[in-house]
């Protein structure tokens, strides 16, 4: 931590602060400049939490050197991690794997024709969702408890393991008795009480950025995970709210290859949600995994037009059979 | 709806777009221009849900002309709203009202002297966070249930209603039996889980704006309350994200204005969150009382140089009599 | 400047950066923490640019401790400045100003009614452009040297000093003939070329926040100005761009009184751009004047709905003559 | 164009809008809802200004349906545009190129040595900057017309065109006598004067994306340039800036695919200014590359330990061979 003083703060402010972080237990060393004094704070062990020091007068400006995250930081676990969802690995040094489904789960036909099909073009996983995040109360909701056993049942009899959204802590348990892998959608990754519940949970979680996270809340939001006693967790950049208005969010493609710096958890990208737009997923999917992205989330729909959500960012099963076998071609060139 | 037909549509797909308008029982009037064809839809009440048509061949862009709210609209409530908040009304015709307190409650002594110090001052309600949203989980979450005795008994003690944060659905009860306000942070603006049991609850709600939502998101999730049952939703601007760091977030005061033509809830302004700055807080307050603010929220904290969160924002007792003071003036200039 | 070390750095790439810095004629400060070790750099005059030092193996970040500006600074000019616009007075101590008129300067009779009319209201300046930024290049570009002249004569006429945009280095001379304020737009912020001739101008500059520019970058730019020679700089908060589409731009009015404290230079509001909406602009512009502006632009147009441009933020004559009377009120009541 | 009445606008105010757009010469087709009327706005040709209708009492809201261009449209000229620069062709069907130099042209050592190795690694353009923009005035400006020469003379030497920035109008005439290939910078894209220039000069244009344009101000500058009589426009992105704040900017990959439906100009990538960081440049090239970019903007520093700007992203030569090498192999694969 680096404590910087303002141009006219006096001795006796600075002998304050300096005080006042031996008083932590810390050693403080002042650092004087041609402008103001700056003061280095020597022995702390990860993030120090400035509450007593912060705000005595003659500060300008604190900086943090250390981050608010510990246990998903590379730093400290310098191996990245492979998380196993119902026997699929995830993460580095394993072939990038594909969810595709619906954005919503819409009746029994609708998913278990998906979910052949998307088995059929060589989907890893099937996703889709029971419970639905929708900016008003007067569209549609998601079929709830009903659709989960649609969904898992889907995933049965396709033969794969199922991801969808949970977004109530108390339905954590409801969802982890159906679905292989458990969704946090971005309007959730600050949702906390949900974050700690699910790091109780027996079941691994896929973590989707926030619409407006930074990367650093990005990862100290699956902190709260690891730290709750689930190490298995996937983080999903799925686009960020931006100025730009052309696609439905803006696809921050640089964060795979800095998550990856950055941490030992693995890192998937949804390009569907991130554009909004069927004609700009294919391109993006492959960019995200020529930038090293350790699997994608596909919206397939068999009939977009009349999806219930999300239909104009669907692929169709023939659109999504035709990607993946683009996606095949690429990854044997690059031979992860 | 306006259907925008692309460049290079041909005839049949206009006719198939105008035929599935028609089939949803609503009226379809195509105009023809120079470059593309138009589809104007007519007959619908409210907001269309376009799944059926939105997928079509030739579509470039469907533009809805109806909002994604009605219940929280002037459109269809002319006259403002009032919040009665045990006692203190909140809203058009009424004096602006002041909530002041910690962040957090931390401990009986430090919330009774806020109390004791508010009170004194002028404040109508007092705040303070039993349950603390924070970034990472290796800071300060709040005291919880304790946290919640201790506020109420220091409302009790100075007579003002409390408000403070509940961040799950199922800690509304528990919140409810103890505050007469129930904040919504920004963080769980888009929590629709806890919107729909807010709807559900019998005290009044005040609903923060997500850092990074639009103000028609905005009012998409008070719409969810309302539509819930509960029609005593209090709006609260708190700041947006934005690439600006120099202020904790970005205030957008204009959205003060601008929400009372679009609704007839209350809109409070929160400027101790949202410039993150002590020195900032004064005159953000008078500003946003001068830009039509219902009331304000303002952190206090007796020795906020102590506070275990938010200290660099919060005033003193002493600046917050100050800022008192000056607001009465303003007040009563204004004339409300 | 501090430089840190990431948490895999050698001892021997420790001691080059010492090296390094010494080089400079600089002093080094090893400061060993838990996690890594950063180095303080000592002795330096002002801002270090680090050429020499930020790329070499082992370092982790560089944090800056000095600004990229000084002759703006209250750190190194704790005294307000004034400046003098053809007699009018705008800064610290002053009365606020108002500048008023059209967007921009459309025919001798549209810019002699404004004048007279925002002169009758109490307006100190007259603005208007000649060289307008549009978009597209489809559009009306303002009538050029023309338009110059009608303005400077509408000024004299009215006896109201003139404010116009220039928008290219070779133009300053002429626009200087004939205003008194040289205005930068916003998207012109950071035209170095521009800036540097405006250093050389003998009149005062008005130069407008860039709609994505961090208030760093702001007074860096305003330092070039100064850097060149001219004092005369007064800067204009006129909204950024967000992802919020409801308004134009947003206004960002805590700049006003963090500009106070990290500069000496007076600083405007101009709330009809921010706004982009007409009904926004008399609670903007009063609130901007009690958040501490010393001076407001204010777009005038006497038949709004025939404007050329920006229409729908004008006022009309008689709405501004309703705002400027509410002003005076309010600043009476302020006192300043 | 679609002009959305208020939900209380009158008939008189109907009537009064149908007028007006009939003055215009257009036809107006009134579109009844349940809600509020709409009138669609029928014949025009092209993007219709306006000013004489958005103004007039009970109007909501105004929905412009054509784009402020026409020129880089490719609904208007369906064949995707090629740019050849002195001999190197790019655009679409020619092998992707690769612009790869120095941030800045530092000396004659620095660019020839630079020259020879990108050369010597495959690069097909030579870029170096002689005019610099930077956001203070006491940094680095850049060598002016010396650099200018230095560059040519080494593009010469390694037989590379070369493609440097133009800051002002009145330097594109020489800047066009030494290079091949003329770049706008960023903070430049809305630099309409120098636009307009551009568009008179003989030279081939280089047109950087602003920080914060959107595509279809990004196109509508394009348009300057082409509706000049310059038909020579290279698009590029080069990130933009949001909230995050761990790259410089925010690499917006998608809108690659996205230009390529909108218009028939080519469009390039930066990956080095869009992530500020070494280790992120080769992932995102690659990337870029399998977007469907058309190029690739690379900087590269013989030491870029010892750089005057932008050293943390610059590559090594031997980095950007390693990556060259790369580039081909993807090439390849992709068969483009």
Avoid: W
Wanted: glycine content about 10%; proline content about 7%; charged content about 20%.
């Amino acid at each position: 931590m680096l404590i910087v003083m303002s141009h006219k703060a006096t001795k006796e402010q600075l002998d304050a602060v300096v005080q006042a972080v031996e008083r932590m237990g810390l050693r403080a060393a002042p650092i004087p400049g041609s402008e103001r004094t700056a003061v280095g704070v020597l022995g702390n062990e990860g993030y120090i939490d400035d509450l007593t020091i912060r705000d005595l007068p003659g500060i300008q400006q604190i900086i943090h050197v250390s981050k608010p995250y510990k246990m998903v930081s590379r730093d400290f676990h310098p191996q990245s991690s492979v998380v196993n969802v119902a026997g699929v690995r995830i993460g580095a040094g394993c072939r990038p794997v594909v969810a595709a489904g619906p954005c919503a789960v819409e009746g029994e036909e609708q998913i278990i024709r998906t979910a052949r099909a998307v088995k059929a073009a060589g989907a890893d996983l099937l996703r889709g969702g029971a419970y639905k995040p929708r900016t008003g109360p007067h569209t549609f909701q998601g079929l709830g408890e009903a659709g989960l056993s649609l969904l898992a049942a889907a995933g049965r009899e396709s033969g794969l393991p199922v991801v969808t959204e949970v977004m109530s802590p108390d339905h954590v348990g409801l969802v982890a008795a159906h679905a292989d892998l458990l969704q946090v959608g971005a309007r959730n990754m600050q949702n906390f009480d949900l974050l700690k519940e699910l790091g109780r949970a027996a079941k691994p979680v896929l973590l989707k950025r926030g619409m407006s996270a930074t990367i650093e809340e990005f990862l100290a939001s699956a902190e709260y995970i690891l730290a709750g006693g689930n190490p298995d967790v996937i983080l999903c950049e799925r686009g960020i709210r931006t100025f730009e208005t052309a696609t439905r969010n803006t696809l921050d493609l640089s964060i795979v290859p800095l998550i990856k710096e950055f941490s030992h958890l693995p890192i998937m990208v949804d390009p569907s949600h991130a554009t909004g737009k069927r004609s700009l997923v294919p391109p993006m999917a492959k960019a995200a995994l020529v930038a090293g992205a350790h699997g994608l989330l596909i919206e397939v729909h068999p009939e977009p037009e009349k999806a219930l959500s999300d239909g104009p960012q669907s692929l169709t099963p023939q659109g999504f059979a035709a990607l993946m076998a683009d996606l095949g071609r690429l990854h044997a060139f690059l031979g992860v």
